[in-house]
């Protein structure tokens, strides 16, 4: 039930409602990608996007990842704001250089000159089925590259607040939707029946117009013994992981890699002294090894035991063995036990 | 049937491998033999708003309006006065002192890179007197003469190449890659094609705003095998934004020769046929037709009539950059033996049978642009070269990658002690 003020939305009608309140506000925010037009996208993000505002707010993109980037990358230079979609950020790669070389930069070797100001949305993450191709997580490809902003919504009131604030940003900025969670929150355990989001109250969104700072975290479960660093799909999964261990975990949802709300993570640290670093991508050169680093670097004399990373393995995502390769609330808990043991 | 044919059928039943070659190498005779030549004059001009469809034929054909003897000639010509032709003339004096200027500078170790345009510097000088203000071109690293042609000035663009304390980009990017919004010209990037694509996004953001601003997109002959020139033509055939799509084929790509890019397709040109693009080759050395052209595409442009590729037929008189030796890969007699000429020349002729122009004249414009060039190159040098103590600060380093300094950028920049 929608209270005074608010609304009950899934992640993919909060997305919604995002670019509308954001093209309602600025008519120069245009919305396009593959699909997006006319069927509203193969996830129903942008549905009635085109009704509403016209075909020339939001329309359909021939299948080709760096002309929606660059094309996009020219239509911010004129002075508008597109906010584009990739269909599966496992398809961004054809784009990769167009926002590597192009838009994270524009700013920069035209000393201001030109800027992007350019969101650019994909679903990430598994939990769906989708083997190597409609699963990945590439957000430490973003993280590294200088002068791109890239977050991680893990919910419906987030991906509202954070969508509109990447939009009304005025440098480009990575969107990534863990596609596991537009339809509800999810702990990892695959075989219980689906939870949606309107039995959760961060499926309880604020109407209208309101922007998350980009760069600042969220505690998503206080906790006393040992800080979990996470984002996306696996906040719900390190929840999991606390309650049914009994370990009175902190989950940090980080929301934001780029900028990074180091002021978060140190805190909590420093308070439980103890950290597992949480995500779904594979491990080796991950955003988790960013964290870790920075964790001993600013917390060193707090910590009470070795910083542990959980993380999908170093391979590509399988199809049939998926839930075996998703760093589900079991390899979690197991990593709890471990550092407070220590 | 003799053994030819034999030998004819058995090399086609056998699956084949080509690597395209140049007609000629070093000690070989040199000739141009395939560049299909057309007569000034001949190729007719369509009214901007023919379809596509029914010009075809000017893919394959060359547009040019200066005939043999410096005359302007045939449908495309009368696009400018003898004044306006003068002032073009003192664009492409000016561009060639300014090159010539700066790659002595790069010798002298004021800087660490350059390139230059020598003998195509028509194809920009003529392409930016045909647009208007608020037009923008998306340029590759070889037209400068958009900049010079717009009057920007020459001090700013040395400050540039010096990535001196007065450098407009602030140090960050390699000589040559200037930036100026005011003066229509997109910060040029460095790498291949990926402005191709992104002024075609430029023109339907003009498009879409109800403006009547036009972008006019630049590649060589060599990028266009990149994927981002498909991927712009791809959006250009699409959603049909006001763009001129221009292809430079200077012939070279580094070492490579344009048949590699070209592959099976007759010119650079024909290739907009398949996106159903309006498209025409024109000599590229001919700052009369270059004009024309431009102005034809730019008015079809601004009118809703869609975007236009148009392939410029030019040549690469020097070497692609301060790093490269061109005589490794053609024969230094090349040069001497392109058929379309040195476009300063052409200009020069036709203006002195015009009766405006004279060797005398030409004499006291080289003199004047040299001193323009030698004035800006001393004031540039006074705010500082690129190995001097006045390079660009490393205080800049960290300006300009965000709107605002990030708190992890803030931390480093206090590691470097600024």
Redesign the interface.
């Known amino acids: 039930m929608a209270t005074n003020g608010t609304a009950n939305l899934t992640m993919i009608e909060a997305i919604r409602d995002a670019h509308a309140v954001a093209m309602e506000r600025d008519e120069t925010v245009v919305v396009f990608g593959q699909d997006v037009g006319f069927f509203g996208g193969v996830f129903r993000c942008t549905q009635g996007l085109q009704e509403r505002f016209g075909k020339h707010r939001c329309f359909d993109a021939p299948i080709n990842e760096s002309g929606i980037v660059g094309a996009a990358i020219g239509m911010a230079a004129y002075g508008m704001r597109p906010c584009v979609e990739i269909q599966f950020a496992d398809y961004m790669y054809p784009a990769y250089d167009q926002i590597v070389s192009e838009a994270a930069r524009l700013r920069y070797r035209s000393a201001g000159d030109f800027h992007a100001p350019l969101t650019i949305r994909m679903p990430t993450g598994g939990g769906i089925f989708g083997g190597q191709t409609h699963s990945q997580s590439p957000e430490a490809l973003f993280t590294h590259v200088a002068g791109l902003k890239t977050v991680v919504p893990s919910n419906p009131v987030d991906a509202k607040g954070l969508l509109i604030a990447a939009i009304e940003d005025n440098d480009p900025v990575v969107v990534l939707e863990p596609k596991r969670l537009y339809n509800g929150p999810f702990d990892g355990h695959h075989d219980r029946p689906i939870v949606p989001w309107s039995k959760h109250p961060l499926g309880v969104v604020p109407e209208g117009h309101y922007a998350i700072p980009l760069g600042q975290a969220r505690v998503h479960r206080p906790g006393d013994e040992v800080t979990v660093l996470t984002y996306g799909t696996t906040v719900f999964v390190a929840e999991a992981a606390a309650e049914e261990t009994g370990i009175d975990a902190e989950v940090i949802d980080l929301r934001s890699l780029v900028p990074l709300d180091l002021e978060a993570v140190v805190a909590s640290v420093t308070k439980t002294g103890r950290c597992v670093v949480l995500h779904e991508a594979t491990m080796t050169s991950g955003f988790g090894a960013e964290l870790v680093a920075l964790v001993q670097e600013h917390a060193l004399y707090s910590l009470e035991a070795p910083v542990l990373r959980v993380a999908g393995w170093d391979t590509p995502y399988p199809h049939a063995q998926e839930w075996h390769y998703f760093p589900g609330p079991q390899r979690v808990a197991e990593a709890l036990k471990s550092v407070m043991s220590s | 049937m003799g053994d030819a044919g034999v030998d004819a059928a058995a090399e086609l039943s056998t699956p084949r491998f080509v690597v395209p070659e140049p007609g000629y190498r070093h000690g070989e005779r040199i000739g141009f033999d395939d560049l299909a030549l057309t007569a000034a004059g001949e190729v007719r001009r369509p009214d901007p708003d023919t379809d596509a469809e029914s010009i075809r034929d000017l893919a394959f054909a060359l547009i040019r309006v200066l005939d043999e003897d410096g005359t302007a000639v045939g449908p495309w010509a009368g696009t400018l006065s003898d004044d306006e032709l003068v002032a073009g003339l003192r664009d492409m004096l000016l561009v060639r002192a300014f090159d010539a200027r700066m790659l002595r500078s790069q010798r002298q170790g004021k800087t660490s890179f350059y390139i230059q345009s020598l003998g195509e510097e028509a194809v920009a000088c003529a392409h930016r007197r045909a647009q208007r203000a608020g037009d923008?071109n998306?340029p590759t690293y070889r037209q400068q003469g958009l900049l010079i042609a717009s009057d920007y000035p020459l001090v700013a663009m040395i400050n540039q190449i010096y990535s001196n304390r007065d450098d407009?980009?602030?140090g960050?990017?390699l000589p040559v890659?200037y930036?100026?919004?005011q003066h229509g010209f997109?910060?040029v990037?460095g790498?291949l094609a990926?402005q191709?694509?992104?002024?075609?996004?430029?023109?339907?953001?003009?498009a879409?705003?109800g403006s009547d601003h036009v972008?006019s997109a630049w590649i060589g002959d060599g990028a266009t095998a990149e994927?981002?020139y498909h991927?712009?033509m791809?959006?250009a055939s699409?959603y049909r934004p006001p763009v001129v799509l221009n292809v430079v084929n200077n012939q070279w790509a580094i070492s490579t020769f344009q048949g590699l890019a070209r592959g099976g397709a007759g010119t650079f040109a024909a290739r907009g046929l398949g996106f159903g693009i309006a498209s025409l080759r024109v000599d590229g050395n001919d700052y009369l037709a270059v004009h024309a052209v431009s102005q034809w595409a730019i008015e079809r442009a601004r009118q809703g009539l869609g975007p236009t590729l148009i392939e410029w037929v030019t040549y690469r008189v020097g070497a692609h950059s301060t790093s490269d030796d061109p005589s490794a890969y053609r024969p230094n007699e090349e040069v001497a033996a392109w058929p379309l000429g040195d476009p300063v020349a052409r200009l020069r002729d036709h203006l002195i049978g015009q009766g405006v122009w004279s060797k005398e004249s030409h004499d006291e414009a080289v003199s004047e642009v040299d001193a323009a060039v030698r004035d800006a190159e001393s004031e540039a040098e006074a705010h500082g070269t690129l190995r001097s103590d006045d390079a660009a600060s490393p205080a800049l380093i960290f300006?300009?990658?965000?709107?605002n300094l990030?708190?992890?950028l803030h931390r480093q920049r206090q590691q470097l002690g600024y």
């Open positions: 923008m998306f407009p980009m602030k960050h990017q890659m930036s100026s919004r997109f910060t990037s790498n990926t191709f694509v992104q002024a075609v996004g430029w023109a339907m953001a003009a879409i705003s972008a994927s981002d991927a712009g791809v959006f699409t300006e300009d990658l965000f709107e990030t708190p992890h």
